[in-house]
């Protein structure tokens, strides 16, 4: 079955620390990953994307990696700031056409 | 430089009566979606066209259409909206679709409430 998981579900930090959200898949066949930041009432924007090739890729404070072999990806953020609050979803295509999943997300709040 | 934009913002609809939302890019991109979210939940996508070619997911209520009049401009019909469409219904478009990258930009969403 072709599933997303992310985890965790939601995530409290201070201001100024890093963490680390996870996302695990099985889809197939794989064609892209991608995280999006979805502040609340606002539409998803894409943090990052990444081919079966690519194993990591950086947006300014935010760096994600992907194990193509392990079908696990994670988004690290470093030096939080209060505007990092929001919820961060993994979205994995596949079948080499339209088809998507979108994770759950992790909903992460920034504490000053 | 507003790229995906949806309108309204915020949408009021009573019980029953039809309600329109629109999306329109000025990316020219072949690919328009709509996405329904509720709260604390994935986006669920109802429905995408490739250019004029209309792509509906199996598990869409018959009360969602759509409509795609040009390039640019999208249309999310409801035509009995019940409580439980209540959602923040979002619009994407992306350039091809196919291959192994292909970005969707988001707009901002239209948060409906159904009376």
């Known amino acids: 079955k072709n599933q997303v998981e992310q985890s965790p579900q939601s995530l409290i930090i201070l201001e100024g620390k890093n963490c680390t959200l996870q996302c695990n898949y099985t889809v197939s066949p794989f064609s892209n990953l991608r995280w999006y930041k979805q502040d609340t009432g606002r539409g998803p924007v894409s943090l990052t994307i990444?081919?079966?090739?690519?194993n990591t890729k950086s947006n300014g404070r935010y760096t994600a990696t992907l194990d193509a072999d392990t079908k696990q990806s994670s988004l690290h953020i470093t030096a939080s700031q209060l505007s990092d609050s929001a919820s961060y979803i993994c979205v994995v295509s596949f079948g080499g056409g339209f088809k998507t999943i979108f994770g759950a997300g992790t909903r992460l709040f920034v504490k000053a | 430089d507003a790229m995906v934009i949806q309108n309204p913002r915020y949408q009021v609809t009573q019980f029953g009566k039809p309600v329109t939302l629109s999306c329109s890019q000025t990316?020219?991109?072949?690919?328009m979606y709509w996405y329904q979210q509720k709260s604390s939940q994935a986006p669920k996508l109802l429905f995408h066209y490739y250019d004029k070619d209309f792509n509906n997911e199996a598990d869409t209520p018959d009360n969602f259409q759509s409509r795609r009049p040009n390039t640019s401009f999208c249309f999310l019909d409801i035509r009995s909206p019940g409580l439980g469409d209540a959602a923040m219904y979002l619009c994407?478009?992306?350039?091809?679709?196919?291959?192994?990258?292909?970005?969707?930009?988001f707009g901002p969403g239209t948060r409906l409430t159904v009376l």
């Open positions: 994407a478009t992306s350039r091809d679709g196919r291959g192994g990258i292909d970005e969707q930009f």
């Open positions: 990316l020219n991109h072949n690919v």
């Open positions: 990444m081919t079966f090739s690519e």
